[in-house]
């Protein structure tokens, strides 16, 4: 995408401010997501102007001007160009979700893992997602397998509703299971002991979790997918740190670490780590 992003621009900015704007950008639906460095927010109209008419589906840019934060893990974004509404379609792997970016979260950037994940999924599991949002792990997975039975969780409740939205755009009612409430919370109160495999995709906040995410798996033996965020020089040190920081999570039960990955680079030397940890 930063190549792309220079691309659109090299005949609107000079080489010096193409420098500076190295940021990539998202693509959700028809709303572009783009962070503009201050020295060039003189130029952010421009810049806004060259991306809708340049790139076909966008409609709307907005400029993220806060990082990811609080319960429902928002950023802040302000509109520069372009329709006013957050609200979009977008579609992945089939499936077609109903997107809220400026009220829930969503990263398109997930989209190989969300794939990755549904693929290891074996006929009639049950699932817990402990943070769901709009439901696109949740329902990417029942999509590829339509035996499964998914509980997707999340405390956001713009994120639950349009979660249920989706669930009824892809025709999955009763195959995916959308609860509003806190993970801890609806886990103790009625899903111990009933998943074969749980997501965390929370890197944040993962690790406060990790007791409840046991306490769902059936006979206290699943597949758990753990999310992280480490710092690191490179790949190589990323992964590392992860398999380190899931061994910590994790000590105080019986497991194996069944591989570990790099998610994405989040930031100059920041990493988002999932590894798959086998309970036993």
Known sequence: MTKMLKEVLQERLDSTELEKLSSSFDIIGTIAIIKIPETLTSKRKLIADALLEKIRPVKSVFCQVSAI????????????????????????HGCTFKVDVINTYFSPRLSTERLRIARLTAPNEVIVNMFGGVGTFSIIISRHN?????????????????????IDINKLSGKVIPIHGDA??????NLKGVANRVLMPLPERARDFVDAAVSSLANGMG???YFCHVGADN??????????????AFGRFTHSIRNVRVVREVGPRFYQIVSDVYVT
Do not use: F, W
Request: proline fraction near 3%.
């Open 69 to 92: 934060e609080g319960d429902y893990r928002l950023r802040k974004l302000e509109l520069i160009s372009g329709e006013k509404s957050p609200i979009t379609i977008y579609k992945e």
């Open 146 to 166: 339509r035996s499964a039975k998914i509980y997707s969780i999340d405390s956001n409740p713009m994120a639950i509703d349009m979660c249920k939205q989706n």
């Open 184 to 189: 801890k919370y609806e886990i103790e109160k």
């Open 223 to 225: 597949m758990v997918h």
């Open 235 to 248: 790949k190589k040190d990323a992964l590392q740190r992860g398999r380190n920081d899931t061994l910590e």
